[in-house]
């Protein structure tokens, strides 16, 4: 996948300038989702600037989406609202649904991950573990783990 320019203090991001700014100084300040998170907010195609608080933001994202499947984990995570469908997704929320549809149309425009986080942002604040729980997956991997 091509990506465009990445500055960072309003000058492009480059090893020969000195200003890169290297996973492992992200990880200092934010988990590996975050990171994951932060990157693919922006749309691959376009340039972008570096800001370490909009590293910051997605660590709070992270720390939200954290608290929820932690909920789901312990028991104390919402209740389902009806569910809809047939099949395999006879079991799956109408809210979930809805959501995933919405999530993956994002991806299927030209990958629109920055659409995508904005679903998943929603996601969370539905309280949707499921559907965060999967959004995850895709954006951060197993970094979504941690």
């Known amino acids: 996948m091509h990506t465009n320019l990445v500055q960072y203090e309003d000058r492009k991001m480059s090893k020969s300038l ?10 200092e300040r ?3 989702a975050a990171v994951r998170l932060y990157l693919a907010s922006h749309r691959y195609g376009r340039d972008w600037e570096f ?19 932690a909920g789901e984990r312990a028991g104390v995570g919402p209740t389902q609202p009806e569910v809809v469908g047939v ?7 109408a809210g979930t649904r809805r959501l ?12 629109d991950t920055p ?5 998943l ?8 573990a499921p559907a965060v729980r999967w959004m995850m997956g895709i954006l951060a991997g197993t970094a979504s783990l941690t």
């Open 18 to 27: 000195g200003n890169l700014v290297l996973i492992p100084q992200a990880l």
């Open 30 to 32: 934010a988990p590996a």
């Open 51 to 69: 800001r370490w608080s909009g590293l910051a933001q997605a660590a709070r994202l992270a720390e939200r989406v954290h608290a929820l499947l």
């Open 87 to 93: 099949g395999p997704l006879k079991s799956m929320a």
């Open 100 to 111: 995933l549809d919405q999530f993956n149309r994002a991806l299927a425009d030209d990958l």
């Open 115 to 119: 659409r995508a986080i904005r679903v």
């Open 121 to 128: 942002r929603a996601a969370v604040r539905e309280g949707d």
